[in-house]
């Protein structure tokens, strides 16, 4: 079936969210990691490509991102979308804005607009400026984030660096009007020659507003939850047949595993509520891996009943990440953590596990890819914005949910195995 809309998203988890949010509305929603090499076939109505990219070099980021659009093409979609975190998580350079600006080039579009707003999941947008809960962005946890660490929360002065092109905003009083005003205060910073415009939201109606307002933009970009109201409205304007078909559901062999390298505050909360519950859990210890590597850390899993869900986990507080970048520096730090829980995922597949949680953008990105899994059916959704996806590995169906850090509650872990035993 033709695309009716192409996602690109800047990390996995990010990808798995919004698809998720995607196919609460009961529409096919596919999603790839990586750029597909093969040309699009049995494509979905909704198309959602997980790419690496949200710490990578601008060109690296640029470039893939192209590749990612072009495909998209292909498979016939005419609408774009850009999915970034909704902690707006980028580098001074980029690669929010420098990507969303290359994308605008090849599509021809001159304007597109910015709404990481997840207000279900306390990320709301007021005069610019991003909140996380009560919190402003900048005094949020995510300021000690280990590898995009956010000191500014207004979205604007965040932006400006990212972009060749002016930057504007369209408040939330604009917003709370409806679709045909934030329409028409698109069309007045157009004429001003504004491209890059920030959108205030701070509920989820907000979002519908301006979905509604956005729908026909050739891109629009944000995090997850402004992109929730488009089936909908496709379905409603019958851009989009409503009899699109829900993923089918395995049933998987209880055998699980739980691989943490998040070192976000709410998953430091799920790792320690877990352990306090005397579930098994192992702790990665960066110096310790930097010298002996994966080893002790396989010997342990080896030993573990998977049946009993065994948790490894190098996530951390914010000082204890800090000594461990001192002595490492920040790139081998992140990397020699991602590479012990790709071993520890390959492993415990192996060994047999069906189940595989994964906390962290990062991590999930370098578990996946140690998995080899390239494509995922969207499934239930643990929390909102955490889906279980299904997909083959090495021969084997395996269920697998990539949580992005901050995402869920402290019970997360033990949610979201209940989840599939619901069924
Ligand atoms: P989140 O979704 O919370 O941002 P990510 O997996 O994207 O989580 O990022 C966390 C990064 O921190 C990863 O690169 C991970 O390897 C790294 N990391 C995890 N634990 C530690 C630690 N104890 N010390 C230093 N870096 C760590």
């Known amino acids: 079936m033709t695309t009716v809309l192409g996602c690109i998203a800047d990390d996995f988890t990010g990808a798995t969210d919004l698809a998720g949010l995607l196919a609460r509305s009961g529409v096919k929603v596919s999603l790839r990691i990586g750029i597909p090499t093969e040309a699009p076939t049995d494509t979905a109505p909704f198309e959602v490509i997980a790419l690496k990219i949200r710490t990578e070099p601008v060109s690296e980021a640029n470039a893939q991102a192209l590749k990612a659009l072009d495909w998209l093409k292909q498979a016939g979609a005419e609408r774009f979308f850009w999915k970034y975190c909704s902690t707006f998580d980028s580098t001074p350079k980029g690669n929010i804005g420098t990507v969303a600006e290359t994308l605008m080039a090849s599509l021809g579009a001159d304007q597109t607009i910015y709404c990481p707003a997840f207000p279900e999941n306390g990320r709301s947008i007021f005069m610019g400026n991003l909140f996380v809960g009560r919190l402003p962005l900048a005094e949020s946890p995510m300021k000690d984030h280990p590898l995009t660490p956010m000191r500014d929360s207004n979205l604007m002065r965040l932006l400006a660096p990212q972009v060749t092109g002016e930057v504007g905003l369209i408040d939330r009083l604009t917003v709370a009007k409806g679709p045909s005003e934030i329409k028409q205060a698109l069309a007045k910073l157009h004429s001003e020659g504004i ?23 050739k891109l629009m970009t944000g995090g997850s939850a402004i992109a929730m109201p488009l089936p909908a409205l496709y379905i409603a304007s019958g851009t989009l047949a409503a009899d699109a078909p829900r993923a089918t ?103 047999g596990a069906r189940q595989i949680v994964v906390a962290g953008g990062e991590t999930s990105g370098a578990v996946t890819q140690a998995l080899g899994v390239s494509r995922l059916e969207i499934g239930p959704e643990i929390a909102p914005g955490v889906p279980w996806c299904f997909c083959s590995s090495n021969g084997a169906e395996i269920a697998l949910t990539l949580k992005s850090g901050n995402f869920g509650t402290e019970t997360f872990f033990t949610d979201a195995f209940a989840k599939l035993e619901a069924r």
């Open 195 to 217: 491209a890059h415009v920030v959108v205030d939201a701070v509920a989820d109606q907000d979002l519908t507003l301006i979905a509604e307002a956005c729908r026909d933009l």
């Open 249 to 351: 559901i395995p049933t998987l062999e209880a055998n699980r595993v739980i691989l943490s390298g998040s070192c976000s505050a709410m998953t430091n909360a799920q790792v320690a509520h877990y352990i306090a519950q005397g579930h098994p859990a192992f702790r990665l210890d960066p110096l310790e891996l930097a010298e002996n590597g994966s080893k002790a850390a396989l010997h342990w899993l080896s030993q573990q009943d998977l049946t009993k869900a065994p948790l490894v986990y190098a996530t951390a507080t914010p000082e204890s990440v800090r000594a461990a970048q001192e002595h490492l520096g920040i790139a081998k730090a992140g990397a020699i953590v991602e590479t012990a829980l790709a071993d520890c995922a390959r492993f415990a597949r192996d060994q």
